[in-house]
């Protein structure tokens, strides 16, 4: 019998209407096109990709802020729009990427992490701080942190109470939104082994959204990489990190910059067009930028191709028929002759 994954995504799309002056049509912009996956329970899905690709528009779906245009979301095997918002904050929250611009200034750390727990309505007081006091052990705060404001604590011990209101429902699944990007990269450390650590404890089933690929390096068990709303490669980490199949997964790759001097800002000969949501080009989306486009790119959208690990979506991966290598290989020994 095979297990229910934690997350699973089906055919899911998002299309924005923007209007562009007062009496101009208004245009779509197509900000997550027939998205599939699943998540197995207890493991990371990284996904990465420039800006403007779809990440955070993909999960804000997964939680249920945004309405998709087609297709469904099942978590823990439940659609969540047929869950209501106490049934969805169960299964399934949130980290931001701020976690100043996440917590109410207004409110001490402690009701701000107990804030979920009122909010279920079923939870006696001494129930709710116990629960609090315990979370915020867990994320590595102290009681007397627990009295204080956000503005009183650092960039990592607001992610910290940030992590702590997430998890004090005990959900199965945490979306974490660029957690790691506004904090300090020795901070950063901090805040991913902290999540690595929770991951083990409770259990949990991450859905990393990040365009640091070396963090994704770090946490993830597999990673997907999106391009203009498609998720254009899957692959275990290991397995894309080592040899990724898609020319813009290696175009991502080689853009990391590197502590040696004198290297400068690599170039990674994508030329100067840059992705436009709101016109998606024909066939292969990457074909614009892509230094291997050839003639079949602009016309046919590729289909997935097997990789080590997973797939990607790239004509460059679909291998000759044996009839097709029969006749090339009988080409060149009538050449040899």
């Not at 629960?131 to 607001?158: K, N, T």
């Not at 994704?216 to 203009?228: D, N, P, R, T």
């Not at 800002?265 to 989306?285: E, F, Q, S, T, Y």
Request: aromatic share 4%.
């Amino acid at each position: 019998m095979t297990a229910v994954p934690a997350i699973e995504v089906r055919n899911l799309r998002r299309v924005f209407r923007v209007r562009q002056g007062l009496f101009a049509e208004p245009r779509q912009v197509v900000a997550v096109d027939d998205v599939t996956f699943g998540v197995p329970t207890g493991s990371v899905l990284g996904v990465v990709g420039e800006s403007g690709c779809g990440k955070s528009t993909l999960a804000r779906l997964i939680l249920g802020l945004l309405p998709p245009s087609a297709g469904d979301v099942l978590v823990d095997g439940k659609r969540l729009a047929d869950l209501d918002r106490r049934a969805r904050a169960r299964l399934i929250q949130p980290v931001f990427q701020d976690p100043f611009a996440s917590l109410n200034p207004r409110r001490r750390v402690k009701d701000i992490v107990g804030m979920p727990l009122a909010a279920q309505g079923d939870v006696a007081a001494a129930e709710m701080a116990r629960r609090v006091a315990e979370m915020l052990a867990r994320v590595g705060l102290s009681p007397e942190q627990g009295e204080r404001y956000p503005a009183q604590l650092s960039g990592g011990q607001r992610q910290r109470v940030a992590i702590a209101r997430a998890l004090v429902l005990r959900p199965q699944i945490v979306v974490c939104d660029e957690p790691t990007s506004a904090l300090d990269v020795s901070v950063q450390a901090q805040i991913l082994n902290l999540l690595a650590a929770l991951r083990r404890e409770l259990g949990l089933t991450y859905l990393f959204i990040s365009h640091n690929l070396a963090v994704v390096e770090h946490v993830a068990s597999e990673v997907a990489v999106m391009y203009l709303g498609r998720i254009v490669e899957r692959s275990e980490s290991e397995a894309l990190f080592r040899a990724p199949g898609h020319p813009y997964t290696r175009t991502l790759l080689a853009s990391v910059l590197t502590p040696e001097p004198g290297l400068g800002v690599p170039d990674v000969g994508l030329g100067d067009v840059m992705p436009d949501p709101a016109n998606i080009p024909p066939g292969c989306r990457f074909h614009p930028r892509c230094p291997q486009s050839f003639e079949r790119c602009p016309r046919e959208a590729p289909p997935a191709w097997a990789t080590t690990g997973g797939f990607a979506e790239c004509h460059l991966l679909e291998k000759p028929a044996p009839a097709a290598v029969a006749g090339a290989a009988a080409s060149q020994r009538q050449l040899a002759r």
